[in-house]
């Protein structure tokens, strides 16, 4: 009866487990995919310096109401973690709303599918090994994918140039995410992610400030743009970014970085159900490539953890 009752509390356990770590990749995912749309809808009221700032500044305030953020990080954490600000958050964040200036909030969505490729190449080579096969061609499979993505808007015979300046701009915000999530790992697997997050946040306000605030001095507003704004700030630059570093921390940047597959699907479906945005079907096929690639190197880099642990199991003294 004992052993009975032991084996229903560990079912019980790694369900909720499971349960949770599930949860941890799919509502940030769900929260990001739309942050696109609300990025465009913010962009009707003020500037892309403000639409930044006031979405720093949401999640900023939102997250200094629980307690937790502010117990104190390790001292020698302080510098990685005002990076972490940088590149996870002031200088992508930027980036976004200047490319939907271009290109459309549906196409933004779809390119982030690309994040675990970033992430992926990006930790291979801080690792400074050879990736595996099955890596490799995960990686060409999700690149593939997102050249599909940005072809039609490279080569559309009007505001080609306007539209490729947004695709590089979101390229470059990707290649930032690449390096975030490798640093985020340690720092929360150290510190938490609460901790963490406030304080990048809080590096990311201060470096957005200068051209924010004079930018939302100078908005229109109405309530539709103040509200995505609001939901932006809340949902998408604080609450997604504790619940990613914390999966950062349990499942690894690679798999943690598989929150980007629920992404292009939420935002296509936003933009083009009410923004009434087209999508060119060579796009959509792309992000549908793209995802196949990012799945392929999220299982293959399962698999290069599950035979390290194997092969330190075995060659346990």
Same mark, same amino acid.
């Given at each position: ?13 790694? $369900?909720?487990?499971? @349960? ?10 769900? $929260? ?7 990025? =465009? ?41 005002? %990076? ?5 958050? %002031? ?123 004079? =930018? @939302? ?38 798999? %943690? ?5 629920? $992404? ?47 092969? =330190? ?5």
């Amino acid at each position: 009866m004992l052993r009975l009752v032991e084996r229903r509390g560990c079912a019980h356990f790694l $369900i909720s487990f499971i @349960v949770i770590d599930s949860l941890l990749l799919i509502l940030p995912g769900i $929260i990001w995919g739309a942050s696109f749309l609300f990025i =465009a809808e913010g962009l009707d009221a003020l500037r892309p310096n403000g639409v930044t700032f006031v979405r720093i500044l949401v999640g900023f305030l939102t997250l200094s109401l629980v307690p937790a953020v502010r117990r104190p990080i390790l001292k020698s954490d302080r510098a990685k973690t005002a %990076a972490l600000g940088v590149i996870w958050m %002031a200088f992508p964040l930027s980036m976004f709303p200047f490319a939907e200036q271009h290109v459309s909030s549906a196409l933004t969505g779809m390119l982030n599918g690309a994040v675990p490729l970033f992430a992926a190449a990006v930790a291979g080579g801080l690792a400074r090994r050879a990736p595996s096969r099955a890596l490799v061609v995960g990686l060409t499979v999700g690149f593939l994918g997102a050249i599909l993505i940005a072809l039609p808007n490279l080569i559309a015979s009007e505001g080609t140039n306007g539209q490729t300046v947004g695709v590089l701009l979101i390229l470059a915000a990707l290649v930032s995410y690449g390096f975030a999530y490798s640093l985020a790992r340690p720092l929360q697997q150290r510190n938490g992610a609460l901790p963490v997050v406030w304080r990048a946040l809080g590096v990311a306000l201060v470096l957005t400030a200068p051209l924010g605030v004079p =930018a @939302v001095l100078d908005a229109h507003w109405s309530l539709r743009p103040a509200a995505a704004l609001v939901a932006l700030g809340v949902g998408g630059t604080g609450l997604a970014y504790v619940m990613t570093a914390t999966a950062a921390g349990r499942m690894g940047a690679t798999v %943690a970085s598989a929150v980007n597959f629920c $992404i292009p699907v939420v935002a296509l479906a936003l933009g083009v159900g009410l923004r009434h945005e087209r999508v060119s079907w060579v796009s959509i096929a792309g992000a549908a490539v793209c995802l196949t690639g990012a799945w392929m190197i999220r299982q293959a880099r399962l698999a290069d953890e599950l035979t390290e642990q194997a092969l =330190a199991v075995i060659l346990k003294p």
